[in-house]
């Protein structure tokens, strides 16, 4: 390992101190203050209700469970979470299905010509999200060529027109569109790395294509498929954007709901049980990811 | 045999190519368009440009925007440089998760808790606020760019200058220092295009009178889907273009999902 630094036991705190003060201050500290939050009662105008009252000369805590309580009380909450994980994993099977035939292909390419279609993947990926879901909208609107020849081909049969913005499949082809590069790119980094002997070993011993991609390259890109899983399946379990703009009534995921408590109702401790849920869930995934991959290693490679 | 998988895998990631781009090239093409609905192709025109020059509330947010990532950029390249450095040297789990817990975490969860940090400490919204939350984001990316540049450097290099003897501050500014730069600029660079094109934690650390370029394009576009939207999406595609290729340039590991 290089050593940046040498000897001198103070420079390892003049490194680390700086960046941990501050992302103790600005990331652990405010997690930890929507967790309290979530014990307290809303404010009268919105935001938060002090949390130690002053009762005849007594201070006493006044904190509640009934945010919990609201959560657990009806299924309304339990559908909302099971909807936007249905949006999460369809979002991520389809990215898996699509990332995969080109990161297949990049990596099979010749060195030069791989870095130019790496950059090809990345380059949409760095236009502004608003921009990229600002597309598709335009792409959906009732106006556009897309629904006007769809609804002209359905009118060949005697079906009647659609509409595609505000659908479903907007938001879902809109997340597919999005978070696609986050299911390439570690994808490509695992197929890079296979050693292309193994598929000529399997050819000589008279191993079809197919074979040769369900016994050899399906098992051994497992890690890259898990790590870009997660990449996907987090970002759009809490998306609130897309829903917004391209959902319609149906469309709506936690994160508007999480949106709405603290920006519209202003009933932020609601909005912080969501919250708090939403990490737990983010945290479950990512330990879930990182178990599978550590336990695949430790099978011997495979 | 091999021919024809190949030809069916070329065939299928083209598909996805023109997936890719081609929503991003609708959007440029509209942004020529002498019509106000973006559905067919009337004439060329740069009118919607020329708007946009006169859109005194675009121009304040791109102003506000180019603030706030210059500033978020330059203080979280410090801070994610200092991290970069001390992740790989010492064995720290708890920078480790502080640093990579905020990439993994869904957006809006960093956005709602700063915005109750914020207003529990009686901050106004504005700028400041802005900046705040985005050097909070921005560190971890530039600690992975820089951590992934000192990996690569060769050890026998300090270790020659400490034999030749260089003390230990002579040899990170002449030695280390210069090496890690391609390192940190890209970092830089990076934080800069994340900090210009975030959306969902400005949505909730702005407040009301600050406004940026993505929150301005979010409220035209909630009304209505309008030329001049497409004008302003193709001018800031163009400015994450240039500093993207100028990054990838400089640190070229970094953008290959490593």
């Not at chain 1, 999460?88 to 390419?109: D, E, N």
């Not at chain 1, 970002?235 to 603290?262: E, R, S, Y």
């Not at chain 2, 210009?196 to 009301?208: K, L, R």
Request: hydrophobic share 55%; net charge positive.
């Amino acid at each position: 390992m290089l050593k940046t630094v040498q000897g001198k036991v103070w420079s390892k705190y003049l490194l680390s101190l700086p960046p941990m003060a501050y992302l103790l201050i600005f990331f652990a500290a405010p997690t930890m203050i929507m967790l309290f939050a979530s014990f307290r009662y809303p404010g009268e105008y919105g935001g938060l209700a002090p949390w130690l009252v002053q009762d005849g000369g007594q201070w006493t805590l006044d904190l509640t469970l009934e945010n919990w309580q609201r959560l657990f009380g009806t299924d309304i909450y339990l559908r909302l979470f099971v909807k936007s994980i249905g949006y999460a994993v369809s979002t991520t099977l389809i990215c898996m299905f699509m990332a995969y035939p080109l990161a297949l292909m990049i990596a099979r390419s010749g060195r030069k010509s791989r870095d130019l279609l790496l950059l090809l993947v990345i380059l949409p990926f760095w236009s502004n999200f608003l921009v990229r879901i600002y597309a598709w909208m335009i792409i959906f609107s009732p106006v556009g060529a897309l629904t006007r020849i769809l609804n002209g081909v359905l009118d060949l049969f005697g079906a009647g027109p659609v509409t595609l913005m505000y659908s479903p499949t907007a938001m879902i082809v809109c997340l597919v569109y999005v978070h696609l590069p986050f299911m390439v790119l570690p994808l490509y980094a695992n197929l890079e790395k296979h050693d292309p002997y193994l598929l000529d070993a399997a050819q000589d011993l008279g191993a079809g294509k197919w074979r040769r991609f369900w016994l050899i390259t399906w098992p051994l890109s497992l890690p890259g498929i898990t790590a870009g899983s997660i990449l996907v399946f987090i970002p759009v379990l809490g998306m609130f954007a897309i829903p917004d703009l391209l959902g319609g009534t149906d469309g709506i995921m936690i994160g508007n709901v999480i949106k709405q408590q603290f920006m519209e109702s202003r009933d932020w401790p609601f909005g912080s049980v969501l919250s708090m849920v939403l990490t737990v869930a983010a945290v479950v995934v990512v330990l879930l990811g990182s178990r599978l991959s550590r336990q695949r290693a430790g099978m011997g490679g495979s | 045999m091999m021919a024809r998988k190949n030809l069916l895998l070329a065939v299928s990631a083209a598909l996805v190519y023109l997936f890719l781009y081609l929503p991003l090239v609708i959007v440029v093409v509209f942004s020529f368009n002498d019509s106000k609905l973006n559905a067919e192709w009337v004439g060329f025109t740069w009118k919607w440009y020329g708007k946009l020059l006169y859109n005194q509330e675009m121009l304040t947010a791109a102003m506000n925007s180019l603030i706030i990532a210059s500033v978020s950029a330059g203080i979280a390249t410090i801070l994610g440089t200092l991290a970069g450095i001390a992740m790989h040297q010492y064995r720290l789990r708890l920078l480790q998760m502080l640093v990579l817990a905020p990439i993994a975490m869904p957006e809006i969860l960093m956005g709602v808790s700063l915005l109750v940090l914020f207003i529990m400490v009686n901050m106004t919204l504005g700028l400041i606020s802005i900046m705040l939350a985005h050097i909070t984001f921005c560190i971890g990316f530039v600690a992975l760019a820089v951590q992934a540049r000192i990996s690569s450097l060769d050890p026998a290099l300090i270790e020659a200058a400490r034999d030749l003897g260089a003390t230990p501050w002579q040899c990170f500014r002449e030695i280390t220092l210069p090496l890690l730069m391609p390192g940190i600029l890209a970092g830089a660079l990076m934080a800069f295009t994340l900090s210009i094109d975030d959306f969902v934690i400005t949505f909730f650390t702005a407040g009301v009178g600050s406004s940026t370029l993505p929150l301005q394009i979010y409220s035209m576009v909630k009304i209505a889907v309008t030329p001049e939207v497409n004008a302003v999406s193709t001018l800031l595609m163009l400015v994450t273009l240039v500093v993207i290729t100028v990054a990838s340039r400089l640190s070229p590991a970094i953008f290959r999902g490593e």
